[in-house]
């Protein structure tokens, strides 16, 4: 069964860092591009970075592009997203999102199976 | 950036009827075009993939349609686990989301 569970959320003031992880089981993590999505309360989706299997392409929302670093480990099977200079409007709910091609592009995504989400609340 | 708009945003339906639900883009991202259906509390779930194949386990009764720029969701005979948020999200060169159709009970 594929699982995907985020990590490292929480309460943040304005103008700090916070990582988040998400760790994968159930399939072969580096086959596939991951992402981060996520969704202001009340609001819809919006993606915010993605990584190729092996590291090569990562591409970023121009929200975020400057203050976000998507990384992955695939000998520990995880994704991880290093948010710099937080903003208010930051504020969400934060997913890892797998895409359903094998070795597709991160440009060309769909996503097959999302983790729970963890809160990320950037305020003084 | 290719900007994608749903609609209606808001459709009120009643278990039986069938919906219609649209995705515009602002400019064409061929069939490269994706469902997704959320409820509340929960998490996106894979409709529809390439505008109009169903992904696996979803029934019969929901459908995608178009290419270009113009897309429809139909979903045939409601069920009452249909009333949710859907989106469509393109993935031609990048990626985005439609800011989302609501399915309420009339």
């Known amino acids: 069964e594929v699982q995907l569970v985020e990590s490292g959320g929480g309460l943040v003031e304005p103008g700090r860092s916070l990582r988040l992880s998400c760790a994968a089981s159930?399939?072969?993590?580096?086959?596939?591009?991951m992402h981060w999505v996520r969704q202001a309360p009340g609001k819809g989706l919006e993606w915010v970075s993605g990584i190729s299997w092996n590291s090569d392409t990562i591409a970023y929302a121009d929200s975020v592009k400057g203050r976000f670093t998507i990384s992955r480990d695939n000998a520990k099977n995880s994704l991880y997203l290093q948010m710099n200079s937080l903003r208010p409007e930051d504020t969400a709910l934060y997913y890892c999102?797998?895409?359903?091609?094998?070795?597709?592009?991160?440009?060309?995504?769909?996503?097959?199976?999302w983790g729970q989400g963890i809160l990320v609340t950037v305020s003084s | 950036e290719i900007v994608l708009t749903q609609s209606p945003a808001t459709l009120s339906l009643s278990p039986g009827a069938s919906a219609t639900l649209s995705c515009r883009a602002s400019?064409?991202?061929?069939?490269?075009l994706t469902w997704y259906q959320q409820k509340p509390g929960q998490t996106p779930r894979l409709l529809i993939y390439d505008a109009s194949n169903r992904a696996t386990g979803i029934p019969a009764r929901f459908s995608g349609s178009g290419s270009g720029t113009d897309f429809t969701l139909t979903i045939s005979s409601l069920e009452p686990e249909d009333f949710a948020m859907y989106y469509c999200?393109?993935?031609?060169?990048?990626?985005?989301f439609g800011q989302g159709t609501r399915l309420e009970i009339k």
């Open positions: 159930g399939f072969i993590s580096d086959d596939y591009a």
């Open positions: 999200q393109h993935r031609r060169g990048s990626i985005t």
């Open positions: 999102a797998k895409d359903i091609w094998v070795h597709g592009s991160v440009f060309w995504s769909l996503f097959d199976y």
């Open positions: 400019q064409s991202v061929s069939s490269y």
